[in-house]
């Protein structure tokens, strides 16, 4: 069992505000609801989204639009996870 505290994409974009971040955990159970972060220009940013979900098995969904006038759009290269493991069990 994990418990997920937050996700760190390590993006180059200018689709922010259109661009929505969720744990699903234990292939569907649960989810988290989306959640958007700061406006960090159009630089390679490491921003923090602030979400949470405890499973043993945990996927991230990003999902968005496209909107007319942006240049960027969303360049995706990696992430970071920031999570406590839960306790194990001996046998």
């Known amino acids: 069992m994990y418990a997920v505290n937050g996700i760190e994409p390590i993006i180059k974009s200018d689709l922010y505000a259109q661009t929505s971040y969720k744990l699903i955990a234990d ?17 390679i940013a490491k921003p923090l989204v602030n979400v949470g979900i405890e499973g043993t098995v945990v996927q991230m969904q990003v999902s ?12 995706f290269y990696g992430y970071n996870v ?8 001996s046998r």
């Open 82 to 89: 920031w999570y406590e493991s839960g306790m194990e069990a």
């Open 27 to 43: 292939l569907g159970r649960q989810t988290t609801t989306g959640q958007t972060v700061e406006d960090q220009g159009t630089s």
């Open 64 to 75: 968005g639009t496209t909107v007319t006038g942006k240049t960027v759009g969303l360049e």
